[in-house]
């Protein structure tokens, strides 16, 4: 897995490439709350994402009272691959380390099923999410390690 200076929307480029920011579990009547950093940068630029994902979403994830937990899930678009990579059930708060294991874990099983794949993923839960990188780094190697070689981890 590398390290990537830079924007992860460069990833767009990459014909191979699913761009994959870090979300939460809200869903609302206009579809997946994504309301900041990169996830914002990426719904801005395909607003018909944030209903496309909450539709992955409702399939594939459980309700938690109020909140999805999914993990990670993938959604085709006009020909191009589009993920969200769960760090936080609700925006308002922190990001949670053991829910970023969940969507590593639910990553790497993707990733073996759909091989030939680049993943560009923005640095999840180190922003808004309050983590340190140094504890996502160590959570997302390990879990990882099997698929590393197709994942682009981003990080300004």
Do not use: C
């Amino acid at each position: 897995m590398n390290i990537v200076r830079g924007n992860f929307l460069r990833g767009l480029s990459d014909p191979a490439g699913v761009v994959v920011a870090p979300t939460n579990g809200v869903i609302t009547p206009v579809g997946l709350v994504m309301g900041a950093g990169a996830a914002l940068a990426l719904a801005e630029e395909y607003p018909r994402l944030r209903q496309a994902l909450a539709r992955r979403i409702e399939r594939e994830g459980v309700r938690v009272g109020r909140f999805w937990r999914y993990g990670f899930v993938a959604v085709r678009l006009e020909d191009r691959l589009y993920g969200a990579f769960q760090s936080k059930l609700d925006f308002r708060r922190g990001s949670d380390l053991e829910l970023v294991r969940f969507s590593a874990e639910r990553l790497r099983l993707w990733l073996v099923e759909h091989p030939g794949v680049v993943v560009h993923l923005a640095f999840p839960g180190i922003g808004l999410g309050g983590l340190s990188p140094e504890a996502v780094w160590g959570v997302l190697e390990a879990t990882l390690a099997e698929v590393s070689g197709a994942v682009r981890l981003y990080r300004k």
